[in-house]
């Protein structure tokens, strides 16, 4: 005999999301469609239990109720959803009383256990003790015990006993979070545990149930319960009542299964007439149990009696019942469904109570009301009114571009302790005037700035206010991110941010600021070449590494993208670079990362790393592998020294004429920038970029350094002289301190203005400065602080407003740009090895040079740090002009073309947006 679920009427979703839950049961309205014989199972006049509340459970928008569970010790309802949350719910009204995150990954809530001290919560890799006020007690997650729970029970009162889809168990005291003994068991799963007065039962899910011995936990008989997966089952005294599926069909058996305890089999076989699913014994009663099926409906039932059920309840669900829970006094079930909504049902008694004797529920202190205040009270001040914590804008605020951010300035050091500060190497010590006490400081407040004045005192012009709001970072700059959905990183269109027919790599790994100096390595074709021949027996080697992903990023398809994590694994293992800062650790905050100086020191770790690991082995003088690491072997052969190395002769020459020299190797150049504001010149020095290389390169400076020959230090000069050029010249900028920045800048506006002061231009000269004072009035002597209105002298405040375009107006447009970095170098030494270095406006430009050695230098690759602002911090991009014959075996067409790898994002750029965006880099 079969029966036909009936299902009650069931209110749409928004009428469920508008009430907060609430819904109104419906009941069965006709008995159609009922086999004879059961139409009293639906009778209303029979109903013991009818719904008292529904509410949509805490994140019931976005995860289902995984657990329910009555307190033990007060009016509470527990639930925990499948995003590892928690929320405790008072009375019969469902009110919200605690509500907390148990788990920071959001896995799934398990089961709740309720104990005097608070709740257990359990998640597959996390056991957690919360008061019922919300604060954690404490916390268990070992991972060679807590790898797959899914079940626990109390066998003592302080001793907790755990078991789920793992071999083993554990038992642990609640008293010191400590597991008292681990056992393996019987079956290869533990997914419900239940305790009677002789055994503790066992359910697994290949539908067996093993009666374990308390004491020992020793498997003393097997219950072999259904042919398919065990469901459910329950203990009261000595009878076990299971349900579960059946293999014929797979469908769920309709028959509870009956054991006794004493003789240990089956004793009958109950019909129901729903799918069983769940079911609980009623404590109050002798045999009498709650049966609940997946689809909503539940019945009362009683084994003993061998009578039909007395009458099938409906539940208003909006999706399939997940668990439910009966209270201590058989007066309240709750039920939670994978649509979020929690549900309580109850008896018609006015008395209903969960508990028999019940604690009082602790509820946070009410906030006591503030007294009211007139509107036109013109004498309470509104600070009696306490400041609410809320995300929200106040009324109040400024709007950010009317703001800024000002620093009280520390006051001037008083001139009696200049006048007798004594210093001794370069701190100054002076004795203390008894004016104030220690670390007291005087502040003075002009008080008598006038309100005009002091409106003045901001800035008009958005260029000094912070980040600057007009210079925008172009989009083709920013930083990109990958989504995730629920299928993870397959359904992310990485073509949708590279349309070109080079390859990307993804910034989703620790360390990934890699990518940017692993791109232009790729397109340098004789390195790249080396490194995809390179094969090694080391464990972790970097050549290696990098030549395996050169090999990726050459055959990848068009649009796709690659990861480097071999490349990270194995630079994460070399103990050299954590030494220097280059490893970042995964909880770092980035918007604090120095990524200009972090970059450069990678660029000179990979360098000389690759170099060890390449190095001949044939090499008499080559290193051993035990000091490979870290050092720079000049005297071996490598790709890298063959493409980057530079000999140079270091001379040190002290006054009384002795010098010392002695040869060295240097693989890349850091530029070392002059001072161009020099006291007594109205306007900065024009400075090339070819004479601050040369000068880097042929450094010479003057320090204190012990000679032999006088015996004691003395200022020597130490400077260099290269003896031959390399092939690749790499320089690190160094671009670090504002002062570098100001260098760049105030370069950039001078040939700027120069080359907007051309004559065939054919357009009038424009301004190069900011302020009014450059365009040709003098300064005002009080500056800022002027009040005459007809003042003909320039002023800071005068600055130029109507700005349209911000490159425009800083010389950076199309018409107007005028690069500091030259798009080609030619180095020439002499036969006295004088380096001189000149610069090529064009890349078809050549020069004559009658010397002994000459070298030709273009522009092949840019790295460089974007800062979008101070809450996103900083990343960085590539620029890389990628050759003819990579486009032929890409594309099949020859031709030089500029790209933009901004991590999986590439773009085809011209050179003049490089050089223009040059401004908004560092």
């Known amino acids: 005999m079969e029966f036909t679920p009936v299902y009650s009427t069931a209110l749409p979703d928004d009428d469920l999301q508008v009430g907060l839950g609430e819904m109104v049961e419906d009941g069965i309205t006709s008995a159609e469609g009922i086999e004879p014989g059961f139409e009293g199972l639906f009778d209303t006049a029979n109903m013991e239990f009818v719904e008292l509340r529904s509410v949509l459970a805490d994140g019931g928008d976005r995860f289902g109720v995984s657990s329910v569970a009555f307190d033990l010790q007060e009016e509470l309802l527990w639930m925990g959803n499948q995003g590892g949350h928690m929320t405790s719910y008072y009375g019969l009204d469902l009110q919200k009383h605690t509500s907390f995150q148990v788990h920071p990954e959001c896995h799934e809530v398990r089961q709740i256990l309720s104990i005097g001290c608070g709740v257990l919560c359990l998640t597959g890799n ?70 009677s ?64 305890l004493r003789m240990m089999r089956m004793v009958q076989l109950i019909p129901v007439p729903i799918d069983p699913m769940l079911l609980r014994f009623m404590s109050t009663y002798t045999t009498r149990m709650a049966v609940v099926s997946q689809t909503g409906q539940f019945s009362l039932i009683e084994p003993d009696s061998g009578s039909t059920p007395s009458f099938v309840y409906q539940v208003n669900t909006h999706g399939a019942l997940m668990n439910f829970d009966m209270s201590q006094t058989c007066q309240a079930l709750a039920f ?21 004797f019940s604690n009082e529920t602790e509820f946070a202190a009410a906030v006591e009301p503030l007294p009211p205040i007139d509107i ?90 912070g980040d600057d709001p007009f210079l925008l970072v172009p989009k083709r700059y ?234 004691k230090y003395q200022p020597t000069v130490q400077s260099k002289i290269v003896k031959c050029l390399p092939d690749v010249l790499a320089v690190n900028c160094q671009v670090e301190t504002q002062k570098d920045f100001e260098f760049w800048r105030i370069q950039q506006e001078i040939r700027a203005e120069a080359k907007r002061a051309k004559p065939d231009e054919g357009k009038p000269a424009a301004p190069a400065g900011l302020t009014a ?47 500091w970095v030259p798009p080609g170098l030619c180095l020439t030494l002499d036969t006295e090895r004088n380096l001189c270095v000149q610069e090529l406006c064009d890349d078809d430009d050549s020069v004559s040079a009658d010397t002994s050695t000459v070298a030709y230098y273009e522009l092949m690759g840019v790295v460089a740090e974007i800062h979008e602002s101070k809450v996103i911090g900083s990343h960085l991009i590539s620029c890389v002009k990628v050759g003819k014959r990579y486009h032929q075996r890409k594309t099949g067409q020859m031709r030089n073309r500029w790209y933009l790898f901004n991590d999986f994002g590439v773009t085809s750029i011209d050179k003049v947006n490089i050089i223009k965006s040059s401004y908004n880099v560092t």
Request: charged letters at 25%; one cysteine or more; glycine letters at 6%.
């Open 126 to 195: 996390l056991l957690q003790c919360n008061a019922r006020t919300g604060l954690a007690i404490f916390k268990y997650n070992d991972e060679q015990i807590m790898m797959d729970m899914q079940t626990m029970i109390l066998t003592q009162p302080t001793n907790l006993l755990m078991g789920g889809m793992q071999p083993k168990m554990a038992e642990l005291d609640l008293t010191t979070v400590r597991v008292i003994r681990e056992f393996d068991s019987t079956e290869p799963d533990c997914a419900i545990l239940r305790l």
């Open 197 to 260: 007065n002789r055994f503790v039962c066992a359910g697994s899910t290949a539908g067996k149930v093993s009666l374990l011995d308390p004491k020992t936990m020793k498997k003393e008989h097997v219950l072999e319960t259904h042919t398919g997966q065990l469901s459910d089952f329950d203990v009261s005294g000595n009878l076990l009542i299971t349900c579960g599926f059946s293999k014929r069909m797979g469908t769920v058996d309709r028959f509870l299964k009956q054991y006794d």
């Open 336 to 356: 939670g469904d994978n649509s979020g909504v929690l549900h309580l049902f109850g008896g018609n008694n006015e008395d209903l109570t969960y508990n028999p």
């Open 376 to 465: 036109d009270d013109l004498m309470t001040p509104l600070s009696t009114i306490p400041m609410p914590h809320t995300q929200e804008k106040h009324l109040s605020d400024w709007p950010s571009h009317l703001c800024r951010k000002i620093y009280r300035k520390a006051p001037l050091i008083d001139t009696d302790i200049l006048r007798s500060m004594k210093v001794v190497q370069f701190i100054g010590y002076a004795p203390n005037s008894r004016v104030r006490l220690r670390n007291q400081v005087a502040y003075r407040f002009d008080r008598g700035v006038k309100g005009r004045q002091r409106k003045r005192s901001v800035p008009e012009s958005p260029l000094g206010r």
């Open 478 to 711: 920013r930083r990109v991110e990958m989504r995730y959905s629920k299928l993870g990183v397959d359904d992310f269109d990485f073509k949708h941010y590279n349309k070109t027919p080079f390859p990307g790599l993804e910034p989703h790994l620790p360390n990934t600021y890699c990518n940017v100096i692993l791109q232009v390595i790729n397109f340098i074709e004789p390195l790249s070449n080396a490194l995809k021949s390179h094969l090694c027996t080391r464990e972790f080697c970097i050549a290696c590494e990098v030549g395996f992903l050169m090999h990726m990023l050459g055959t990848a398809k068009p649009g796709e993208t690659c990861q480097a994590t071999n490349f990270v694994r194995a630079f994460k293992t070399l103990p050299e670079a954590s030494g220097l800062g280059l490893v970042l650790s995964e909880n770092v905050d980035t918007t604090k990362v120095n990524y200009a100086r972090l970059i450069q020191s990678l660029n000179r770790f990979l360098l000389q790393q690759i170099h060890n690991e390449t190095v001949t082995e044939g090499s008499e003088t080559a290193l051993p592998p035990e000091m490979s690491h870290g050092h720079f072997d000049s005297t071996g052969t490598s790709i890298i020294k063959d493409l980057f190395n530079t000999n140079i002769v270091s001379t040190t020459k002290c006054r009384c004429d002795q010098e010392i020299s002695r040869n060295s190797s240097s693989l890349l150049f850091t530029l070392v920038y002059p001072d161009c504001q020099i006291q007594g010149l109205n306007k900065p020095m024009q400075i090339a970029f070819g004479e601050v290389l040369r000068s880097s390169m042929c450094l010479e400076h003057t320090t204190q350094a012990w000679c032999e020959s006088c015996g």
């Open 773 to 819: 004072a450059d365009r040709g009035p003098k300064p005002c002597r009080y500056g800022n602080l002027c009040t005459r209105k007809d003042c003909r002298f320039a002023h800071e405040r005068d600055r130029v407003n109507d700005i349209d375009d911000p490159q425009e107006f800083l010389g950076l447009g199309h018409d107007n740009i005028a690069p």
